[in-house]
């Protein structure tokens, strides 16, 4: 792939509220609720005052479970989604408004209309972030029961946004209405769509996933892609694989936005910063937290052991009913062994290990030092921009936005005011041209 020049490319940021983590250090006092309005208003008004693209939530459709129990790092009687961003609508004016919505147990029809909904109510600021599930346990929860087959969901999900999009294409851009028909694998539907082709066209797509399948359908689909990586080299790998796979579905670099989920930590001092990031990865990782986290890799009851001590010294026994509605680790026996070599190597406790192996700041130093980092990440073509995910809620951005953005704008980096009114005009993304 050819790299562009990147000299003094413009940094996007976004916000992420969480729903399912073991990022929120809910013992801290400055926690406040994670299901109140004035909790979402309050993240999504500061990362509007820091002039960021989209404000974004996390959505699970069932509690998950550890041994028959709900897991202790679930929001229990979190609000749906898209009523909490239409309710965000009207107290805000530029921000863009994300929902995590499962294209595994919904309809095309009917989410179309609630996100063609919102996009009128924000003025064209509503966005989907597409997942997609094979769990028979959240699909417990639904009519049909059971779940989609793993080989299935990917293709179900594709096509459900073509759907999504033929609907909304359904009205002309002048706004006449036009019947619809749509005849597929997964979807037979046929009608009249009710809602008009709202300010941007076409929602935006956000698509979370790493995996193959999931780059494929992000390169496909997708306007922006929720990702991790923990280096500058895995960011630019990663970068360079799924902008490489554009052009094949006839679109260019800048059609889609790469932008992983990070955290950010600061102090006067880099040790300061560094002091302050491990006293929250102590919070996260309390001892409890460590042992659950040992028994959903080890697949058993691991209660008698010290979280202070050493680890077990045998290999996990897999067993899918020990946490359910969790995604699975993949080779348990070889990710075991890598905590129990890391464990060796550094005279590491289990919980000690657990907090290394499982790092979550991604930018740890004073507000220049953070700057210069996300800079370079953008400028070496590791990542397009960053969704912040902070350690507190409601109040977790508020030094980012007073010490790092007016870093940013000074280099010239980070917009100083919005330009544009819709989600698309924040990203820079094109209009989508509409398909009649």
């Not at 597929?184 to 539907?189: A, L, Q, W």
Request: aromatic content about 8%.
């Amino acid at each position: 792939m050819t790299v562009r020049s990147s000299a003094r490319r413009q940094i996007h940021l976004a916000a992420h509220f969480p729903g399912v983590n073991s990022t929120t250090v809910w013992a801290d006092p400055r926690s406040r609720s994670q299901i109140a309005f004035s909790s979402f208003e309050q993240l999504a008004r500061t990362a509007e005052r820091g002039l960021f693209d989209f404000f974004f939530l996390a959505e699970g459709l069932r509690l998950r479970e550890h041994k028959g129990r709900i897991h202790d790092l679930d929001v229990v009687g979190r609000p749906e989604s898209l009523t909490v961003l239409n309710a965000l609508a009207a107290v805000t004016e530029r921000i863009g408004l994300a929902a995590t919505v499962n294209a595994t147990f919904n309809e095309p029809y009917e989410l179309a209309r609630r996100l063609a909904t919102l996009d009128h109510l924000s003025g064209g600021r509503a966005a989907w972030n597409v997942v997609t599930s094979s769990d028979a346990f959240t699909g417990e929860n639904f009519r049909r029961g059971g779940y989609l087959d793993r080989a299935d969901r990917y293709s179900r999900a594709a096509e459900f946004v073509d759907v999504a999009r033929e609907l909304w294409d359904s009205w002309t851009p002048d706004g006449l209405p036009r019947p619809f028909a749509h005849r597929g694998r997964h979807f037979d539907i046929a009608g009249e769509f009710t809602v008009p082709r709202s300010p941007q066209g076409h929602p935006v797509v956000i698509q979370a996933g790493d995996s193959g399948e999931g780059r494929e359908f992000a390169a496909r689909t997708a306007d922006v892609i929720f990702t991790r990586h923990g280096t500058l080299e895995d960011g630019r790998a990663f970068y360079a694989d799924v902008k490489g796979r554009l052009a094949k579905y006839g679109r260019g670099p800048d059609d889609l936005r790469i932008m992983p989920g990070v955290s950010v930590v600061l102090g006067d001092t880099a040790a300061e910063a560094q002091e302050r990031a491990a006293e929250i990865r102590r919070q996260q990782v309390s001892p409890q937290n460590a042992i659950l986290a040992l028994e959903q890799l080890w697949g058993t009851d691991l209660s008698s052991y010290d979280p202070d001590g050493p680890f077990p010294d045998f290999d996990p026994v897999p067993d899918p009913t020990l946490t359910q509605g969790r995604t699975r680790r993949g080779d348990t026996v070889a990710l075991a062994e890598k905590w129990r070599a890391l464990s060796r190597d550094k005279g590491l406790s289990i919980r000690q290990t657990v907090i290394e192996a499982s790092a979550r700041q991604s930018f740890i130093g004073t507000p220049e030092a953070v700057a210069a980092d996300l800079e370079t990440f953008v400028r070496q073509d590791a990542a397009d921009g960053f969704i912040l995910v902070p350690h507190l809620t409601p109040g977790g951005l508020d030094e980012f936005v007073d010490r790092v953005v007016p870093l940013l704008q000074e280099r010239r980096v980070f917009r100083t005011e919005y330009r544009g009114t819709t989600l698309r005009s924040h990203l820079g993304l094109p209009d989508p041209a509409w398909q009649g």
